[in-house]
């Protein structure tokens, strides 16, 4: 048996799975994992196979249908969220450490994530007091009702890039509408994901509500996008993978909603501030290392300007500075493992290769504190052309291409040439363009004079292979209800 650990020190310890409010082991499958930063082991967690992932599900199931969650009033769903938000700000500063070693992110990242659940499950705690069905005007003759149900027992599968913060998009509008989850972690992040259940059992939030169980994709996580007691999948990550969720969940009509891949865009016009655009797009380029579905990854620039922009943006890119994730300084941290770094330097490779031009960047520590990490020192691309791969591919890496377009109309073109469709910016100084580009761009989100484009009461998803259905907002919260139409006639008939 594992026992449920929660290191504070240098070593995180034995981690088990988390179903019906205890740690369970697998059946004795376990995996080491170790700091991208540093090489060092962090923890040794359990392995949740297909069986294991089925249990969770069954429990799930059995707990919705007993009801006392699903069928609580939303003032306690609220209490108990709201509970749950002040145990995470309690624990903030462990959770960030222990974020920021697994994932290699920069300390003060992690802690912005952590707040940013935290803000999260507040959120939606008060969003399940005025979740509400209608009254729709039908006919003279009678009353219809719609009301809004849980939809049932759900499965949220969440990738290694944000794992804390994701996994809260995800538990809280789920919770808030009554339903029970399995939530599965990404192989390699699971352990503040694994966190969050006994964090829910503290909160009041009965035993089998809240399920986590880390195990690979392919096995734990198709178990559980399969098994009939699972009634909405909710997916972040690959495109592909996503196609696949979506074809697995066919057969039983499941409700799936995907957050996948992006090649989001800066539009860069002559009229802008560039100095604003600069320091800005830097971190919509290179936070989290690149590796961020909204990452700015492709620059489009006004000819004009194009020479100035590239020259300011290099330069703001060799400033960055890329260290020790625990360093309240460091600005970018590592990449999320060696093999992932690999495949952003056969990006970089290919790049050069179809004739673009490396500014910076690209370096690889080869001594120092962080030569035993998976780090990689943020690129930058000019003469790149839109047929590129780097143009054209998410790279998911610190890697930005700068491209330039004469008019207005062809950096529309360019932005919209991708199969993506997730985020974007666009910079300028003109209102009326501002408007009338933003309507014309096929994306879930784009901001004007800024990087942020992800807020809490706004929907967040992707159009195209971007993905189908959206987080946040109260769209997130409907999509995990169902609705039911009720008639009642109240006038006799003829
Ligand atoms: P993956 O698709 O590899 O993994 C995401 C999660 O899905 C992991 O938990 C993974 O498990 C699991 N998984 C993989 N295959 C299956 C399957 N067949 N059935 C069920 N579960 C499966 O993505 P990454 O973790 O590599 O994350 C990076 C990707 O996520 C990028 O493409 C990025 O753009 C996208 N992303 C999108 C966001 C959005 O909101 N649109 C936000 C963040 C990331 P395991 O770890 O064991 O493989």
Not at 226 to 241: L, V
Request: net charge negative; with cysteine; proline share 5%.
């Amino acid at each position: 048996m594992l026992p449920a650990v929660f290191g504070s020190g240098e070593q995180v310890d034995s981690v088990g799975l988390w179903i019906e409010g205890r740690v369970v082991a697998t059946n004795g499958a376990t995996a080491d994992l170790f700091e991208p930063a540093t090489g060092r082991a962090l923890a040794r967690v359990a392995v949740a196979g297909a069986g294991d992932a089925e249990h969770a599900a069954e429990v799930a199931a059995r707990v919705f249908r007993e009801g006392a969650w699903s069928r609580t009033s939303a003032a306690a769903r609220q209490r108990a969220l709201l509970a749950l938000a002040a145990r995470i700000r309690e624990q903030a500063e462990a959770l960030a450490q222990l974020e920021a070693r697994n994932a290699g992110k920069p300390i003060s990242d992690a802690r912005w994530e952590v707040d940013a659940a935290a803000q999260c499950f507040e959120f939606f705690a008060g969003a399940a007091t005025v979740l509400s069905g209608r009254v729709p005007p039908v006919d003279g003759r009678g009353l219809s009702v719609v009301l809004r149900k849980p939809v049932g027992p759900c499965a949220l599968i969440v990738p290694w890039n944000f794992p804390f913060l994701i996994a809260a998009w995800k538990l809280a509008p789920a919770l808030a509408a009554g339903n029970t989850v399995v939530l599965k972690p990404a192989s390699a992040t699971p352990l503040s994901a694994l966190r969050l259940g006994p964090l829910a059992r503290e909160a009041g939030i009965p035993d089998g509500v809240v399920n986590v169980v880390a195990g690979p994709g392919a096995s734990a996580g198709a178990a559980l996008v399969c098994h009939p007691a699972i009634r909405k999948i909710s997916f972040t990550g690959d495109s592909s993978n996503g196609a696949e969720i979506l074809h697995l969940a066919a057969p039983d009509i499941k409700r799936v909603s995907l957050e996948l891949g992006g090649k989001s865009a800066s539009l860069v016009f002559a009229d802008a501030d560039l100095e604003a655009c600069v320091e800005s797009s830097l971190l919509a380029g290179f936070g989290n290392a690149g590796q961020d579905c909204c990452a700015r990854s492709r620059i489009l620039v006004e000819e004009s300007v194009h020479d100035r922009l590239v020259e300011r943006f290099t330069a703001a890119t060799r400033r960055l500075r890329m260290g020790d994730p625990l360093d309240s300084d460091t600005q970018v941290g590592s990449l999320i493992s060696s093999a992932h770094r690999e495949r952003v330097l056969a990006y970089v490779e290919t790049g050069r290769a179809e004739g673009a031009r490396l500014l910076c960047g690209a370096e690889i520590p080869s001594a120092g504190a962080l030569a035993g990490g998976a780090f990689l020192s943020p690129a930058v691309f000019s003469d790149v052309t839109p047929a590129m791969r780097i143009a054209r591919e998410e790279i998911f890496g610190p890697v930005v291409a700068i491209l330039p377009f004469r008019d207005e109309q062809e950096a529309v073109a360019l932005a919209n040439d991708s199969e993506y469709g997730l985020s974007g910016s666009l910079w300028t100084g003109d209102a009326r363009r501002a408007l009338r580009v933003a309507r014309a761009l096929e994306t879930g989100a784009i901001s004007v004079n800024a990087s942020r484009s992800v807020f809490l009461e706004a929907p967040f998803g992707g159009w195209k292979r971007s993905g189908m259905g959206r987080e946040l907002g109260i769209e997130a919260l409907e999509g995990y209800t169902e609705t039911t139409s009720i008639y009642f006639e109240t006038e006799t008939e003829g």
